[in-house]
């Protein structure tokens, strides 16, 4: 159970696996009030970054969940690093269905509303986790036009523009959920540049150092048109943002 090797090439030097650079990660955590001994759970944790920076900054303690072997080793590594790995634990896992056996006071999914096959599944499934009065973190796209036209679509990876909504109709969406918006911390076109652009350059390194290994052929095609995509559709066109909740 892994995530495929493209990922972790693309991002291996990535600490923050989304559009949040450091000091907007760092942002959240003040944002959101954090105190020392809170627990969290972070689910598709990625590299631990918000985890491992967030128990240094705030006193907390928390779990980290993530299918890839390679992330999960960078996120040790950065718990040891940071001085804080007695405080947090990462768990390979899939963390789609994953629930805690004790509840937490601050349950996030960042940027990856799949494991719950959308927004309204993702939000139920940290419910579960979740203590009466806690809190939810969920990190997702919107569209920064209302009706996005099809080439704009599938210029931003996806298939339906109904796969994600507007800004107005995304912070709509958690109230007929059940919630309300508290807090948010959305990226801009800054952040988008350090999250896309630094995969290029990891995808060039790998490629100059492995021209034989199978999927030369497929990082060659997606640093063909993966620039020029992205500034074309994604960079103009597709919001992203973290979004507090409490149950209303």
């Known amino acids: 159970m892994d995530l495929p090797r493209i990922f972790a090439i693309r991002e291996a030097d990535h600490r923050i696996h989304n559009p949040l650079t450091e000091h907007k990660l760092a942002t ?17 944790c990625g590299s631990g970054e918000m985890l491992c920076t967030w128990s ?102 996806f298939k339906d523009r109904d796969e994600y909504d507007s800004l107005p ?19 801009d076109e800054d952040s988008w540049d350090r999250y896309a652009a630094a995969q290029w350059f990891s995808l060039r390194t790998w490629l100059d150092a492995n021209l034989d290994d199978e999927l030369a052929g497929q990082v060659r095609a997606e640093l063909d048109t993966a620039a020029l995509q992205y500034v074309r559709y994604r960079r103009p066109y597709l919001g992203w943002g973290v979004f507090a909740l409490r149950r209303r």
């Not at 959101?32 to 759970?41: A, E, I, N, S």
């Not at 995304?170 to 918006?181: A, I, K, T, Y």
Request: proline share 5%; with cysteine.
């Open 28 to 44: 959240l955590g003040a944002a959101v009030r954090l105190r020392p001994g809170q627990t969290l759970l972070d689910l598709a």
């Open 56 to 157: 240094r900054d705030h006193g907390i303690h928390g779990t980290g969940v993530d299918i890839s072997t390679v992330f999960l080793a960078a996120a040790e590594a950065r718990a040891a690093e940071l001085g804080v790995a007695g405080r947090v634990t990462f768990v390979h896992d899939d963390a789609a269905g994953f629930v805690l056996p004790e509840p937490v006071d601050v349950a996030a999914c960042i940027g990856a509303t799949w494991i719950g096959d959308g927004l309204p599944g993702t939000l139920t499934l940290l419910e579960r986790s979740l203590k009466p009065g806690g809190l939810l973190l969920v990190g997702e796209p919107f569209w920064r036009l209302d009706q996005p036209d099809q080439a704009i679509v599938e210029g931003c990876g």
């Open 169 to 187: 109709g995304l912070v709509e969406s958690f109230g007929r959920l059940g919630w309300d918006v508290v807090e948010m911390v959305l990226a």
